[in-house]
């Protein structure tokens, strides 16, 4: 069974442009969820989709914002950037969200914003 | 709100020496508790999580943790720590009916010398 996929592995980007980073969950798995994590602030939860709905949201500026496709796929876009964006940008699915329930990470997207 | 916090953000040990990465967590409800590692440029894996039941809990690789709830912690010990331990572990917390909303310590960087 293939992983968490997610794409691309590598993004530089400027102040002020947008950016869309792609996750495919293992097959089966209908919870997504995205983490951003830095040096500084270490690894923090952006929001979790379900069955195409947002389900929870962490404390991320409303430049953050995703999205579920009906096959469970997922994209995060983040609009304007700012230097501080610059992270890796984790996926993890899961088989149905549960607060119980492992985890199955990708390898993240590293982003730079200049 | 929840909170965790591992108390040392880089533990370096010698190999086939004993280790523990300290744990210590903050919530006002009944939470799950799990360990995950990540190895350099990949994504997290689970190690071991704690649900309920006997509060100890092991993984394959020879690590294990125990929950003590009166002093909110969940230590992840290993009795002969391997080079290939070394990696970053995170501790994190999942409240009930939070979906996969994990929140995650600093993070503890292991570093195995022979």
């Known amino acids: 069974k293939a992983g968490v996929t997610q794409t691309p592995r590598y993004l530089i980007k400027t102040r002020g442009q947008q950016v869309t980073l792609s996750c495919s969950p293992i097959s089966g798995h209908r919870s997504v969820s995205w983490y951003q994590q830095t040096p500084g602030q270490g690894l923090q939860f952006l929001f979790e989709?379900?069955?195409?709905?947002?389900?929870n949201k962490g404390n991320f500026p409303g430049r953050f914002s995703g999205r579920q496709f009906s096959n469970s796929r997922s994209e995060m876009n983040v609009s304007t950037l700012e230097l501080g964006d610059s992270a890796l940008y984790l996926c993890?699915?899961?088989?149905?969200?549960?607060?119980?329930?492992?985890?199955?990470f990708g390898s993240g997207t590293q982003l730079s914003v200049l | 709100a929840q909170s965790v916090t591992q108390l040392d953000s880089q533990v370096p040990v010698f190999e086939e020496a004993p280790v523990e990465l300290r744990c210590n967590y903050s919530?006002?409800?009944?939470?799950?508790l799990f360990w995950y590692v990540q190895y350099p440029n990949q994504g997290l894996q689970l190690l071991l999580k704690y649900l309920s039941g006997s509060t100890l809990v092991e993984s394959i690789n020879g690590f294990e943790a125990e929950f003590n709830k009166s002093q909110t912690s969940f230590h992840l010990r290993k009795p002969s720590v391997h080079i290939s331990d070394t990696a970053e572990y995170f501790c994190a917390v999942s409240e009930k009916n939070q979906g996969g909303k994990l929140i995650f310590g600093q993070g503890t960087e292991l570093s195995v010398k022979p």
């Open positions: 993890a699915s899961s088989l149905a969200g549960g607060s119980k329930e492992k985890l199955f």
């Open positions: 919530s006002s409800v009944s939470v799950y």
């Open positions: 989709y379900f069955s195409e709905t947002q389900r």
